[in-house]
């Protein structure tokens, strides 16, 4: 009985972690500026869709050459532009006022460039890491349209206003990725092995079967979490992040650009998309559900707080190993008791579980205390 | 003050607001041609009951105005003799102009002495410069310094106002423009406030533009007076003018006058209209 309780907990727990990197997501943008972002999974979508084409890795049909040269010049652009504020913000220690012709024509340079290498290159398959490095840039460049176009002038507005933004920034995605790199399903290979490792052989009979897909995804999110965390409480950024997220109006007042802390935080959102989609994308294949993780987000997010990086972590995990266990050991229990049909248990569950949570402790497991002076 | 007198001493003042409308919303008008000057090392105080307009001017200075869908329609702001209306508050506060916003607005959910950190943000890494910074404003408010590791959403209102300010004073500014500072504190404390605003005055020479309803107290700490009404600047002065002045007493101080009055028998005063 242990050695299938064990296997199914450990299979949940990895699931969790997938949960948790697109809840992770949510969490950041709501951190920062109190929008509950509903956009995030069509941003996984979007970034799996990218690198699938990029990667090409089926024969299908191949994208043109003109997707390849602007995904190079974005990437170069990007390249560029986090180059020289790296530059500037800890080399030349100092930051003037912004120069925003030099940073134009740099980026207008740096585009040429990959634009060029691309040219060169012709059309084909990327490699893996120069795909995630242009997807990445691109991630990059859809937060500044999204600043630029909608954010923007939805300063301090309500936050359902904000909210039913980015519902139509969400369903704009959708549509639009897959206008850009058609709507067939596709493949993404991490080179990843297939088979399956047993663990624990000499314990349980049959030992225990795990995926190593899962495993190398709970390390990313592991890696995601420490140093997200470390951003958020200890850089100045990281704290002005928090600072807008309290209060718009007052973070203005001090001099924090609020435009600049959007940008960083959506770009920040969009690679964490990008690592949730990528992981997502291998395993069951890039095709249009996989923006419908979204919803699985949000119990985990109820769990664990909707302003906690931790608590991101742990509500997936706690979903993940509790949907699967419930499966299998809930729902035969439930079929003897009350004569059901059995079954689907995974898909409430989860809810379930954010439904009492929301009445007993609406801040979730990890969420910062609603502060009430009285 | 005639207008060439104005622009010749503008390179004297800090701040020159020159007959500025600001309109919220496309439709409702708060400001109707206010001017005003605050000269380099000085208290201005701006005084006026509530929605005369003393914060709708302190926010079209700083800028904060646009996010509040307000607009200033007409007239312009300077700063040192420079043109800074539809600039960013972000640039103000690189000007050195800040704002210290009615009701505190701390970050309440980071601590003391993270929300003083967040005010040297325009100042990037410069590490040696903000601890400089942090322990004089510890110096300035020693009360902060013990509850620097608290949130503080949860410190009394007395100690969000010190942390407002301090935040404030960590951007290395030569204007403050504070509002309402006495708003919700007991009187003691209010005192106390008023004092650090003062020495923060001498000895670190920085202007402030003050906004308050508390007219006694603003007037016995500010050297020079403005009072709105409905949007307009309808008296100034010294402030120890305004403080004999018998409108003043009567409207503003409650001393005007000797014994009970019926409503009927006070006389509006006249309102001595300004032009610029």
Redesign the interface.
């Known amino acids: 009985m242990l050695g299938p309780f064990l296997e199914t907990l450990i299979g949940g727990l990895l699931t969790g972690v997938l949960y948790s990197l697109v809840a992770l997501g949510f969490v950041l943008i709501f951190k920062a500026s109190g929008v509950f972002n509903f956009a995030q999974g069509a941003m996984v979508l979007f970034a799996a869709l990218t690198v699938a084409r990029l990667t090409d890795e089926i024969d299908g049909k191949a994208l043109g050459l003109e997707h390849f040269v602007i995904a190079a010049a974005v990437l170069g652009a990007a390249l560029a532009l986090v180059g020289w504020y790296a530059w500037r913000?800890?080399v030349a220690?100092?930051?003037g006022?912004g120069e925003r012709r030099r940073l134009a024509l740099l980026a207008a340079g740096g585009a040429l460039i990959g634009g060029v290498i691309a040219f060169a290159y012709g059309k084909g398959a990327w490699p893996l890491w120069v795909a995630l490095a242009a997807t990445a840039s691109i991630m990059g460049l859809l937060a500044y349209a999204i600043e630029r176009l909608v954010l923007r002038h939805l300063?301090?507005q309500e936050g359902i206003i904000l909210f039913m933004a980015t519902l139509g920034i969400a369903n704009f995605l959708d549509g639009f990725g897959q206008t850009l790199w058609g709507s067939d399903i596709y493949t993404i290979n991490l080179g990843l092995p297939k088979d399956p490792i047993f663990l624990f052989e000499g314990v349980f009979p049959g030992g225990l079967l795990i995926d190593p897909a899962e495993l190398f995804a709970a390390g990313i999110a592991a890696v995601l979490v420490v140093v997200l965390a470390v951003f958020f409480q200890k850089t100045?950024v990281g704290?002005?992040l928090?600072?807008v997220?309290?209060?718009?109006?007052?973070?203005?007042?001090?001099?924090?650009?609020l435009n600049t802390i959007w940008l960083i935080v959506w770009t920040v959102a969009g690679l964490v998309a990008l690592a949730a989609g990528v992981i997502w994308g291998a395993k069951l294949g890039v095709q249009f559900s996989i923006s419908l993780i979204a919803l699985k987000a949000l119990p985990v997010l109820i769990l664990g707080g909707f302003?906690s990086v931790p608590g991101a972590i742990i509500g997936g995990l706690i979903i993940g190993a509790g949907e699967k266990l419930s499966e299998i050991f809930l729902a035969p229990i439930l079929v003897q008791a009350f004569d059901l049909a059995g079954g689907g248990i995974e898909n409430w569950f989860a809810y379930m579980l954010a439904l009492i949570f929301l009445l007993f402790r609406p801040q979730g497991l990890f969420g910062?205390r609603i502060?009430e002076?009285v | 003050m005639s207008v060439p007198a104005a622009a010749a001493t503008a390179a004297a003042h800090v701040i020159d607001v020159v007959n500025i409308e600001v309109i919220y919303n496309h439709v409702i008008l708060v400001l109707r041609g206010v001017s005003l000057s605050v000269p380099a090392g000085s208290i201005v105080a701006l005084l006026g009951g509530n929605g005369a307009g003393k914060s709708t001017t302190l926010k079209a200075i700083s800028n904060l105005l646009r996010t509040e869908r307000g607009e200033v329609t007409k007239g312009h702001i300077h700063c040192r003799g420079e043109r800074v209306d539809g600039l960013t508050p972000n640039d103000l506060v690189q000007r050195g102009v800040i704002q210290v916003m009615e009701g505190r607005h701390c970050f309440g959910h980071l601590t003391v002495e993270e929300n003083l950190l967040t005010g040297a943000f325009i100042h990037g890494n410069k590490r040696r410069q903000i601890a400089d910074d942090l322990e004089k404003v510890y110096h300035y408010f020693p009360r902060l310094k013990e509850r620097r590791s608290s949130q503080a959403g949860y410190t009394s209102g007395g100690e969000q106002q010190m942390t407002a300010i301090g935040r404030a004073l960590m951007s290395r500014p030569t204007t403050i423009l504070l509002d309402e500072p006495s708003m919700g504190l007991a009187p003691q404390l209010v005192e106390e406030i008023f004092e650090i605003v003062k020495s923060l005055n001498e000895k670190e020479k920085v202007s402030i533009l003050l906004a308050e309803q508390n007219t006694s107290v603003a007037l016995r700490y500010a050297h020079y007076g403005y009072i709105l009404e409905n949007g307009r600047v309808v008296l100034d002065g010294d402030a120890a003018a305004l403080r004999e002045n018998e409108d003043v007493k009567e409207f503003y101080l409650g001393v005007g006058g000797e014994g009970r009055r019926s409503f009927r028998d006070v006389k509006h005063y006249r309102r001595r209209k300004r032009w610029l």
């Open positions: 913000e800890y220690r100092g930051s006022p300063v301090n100045r704290r002005a928090r600072a997220a309290d209060d718009h109006a007052a973070a203005q007042s001090v001099g924090i650009p302003t910062e502060i002076r």
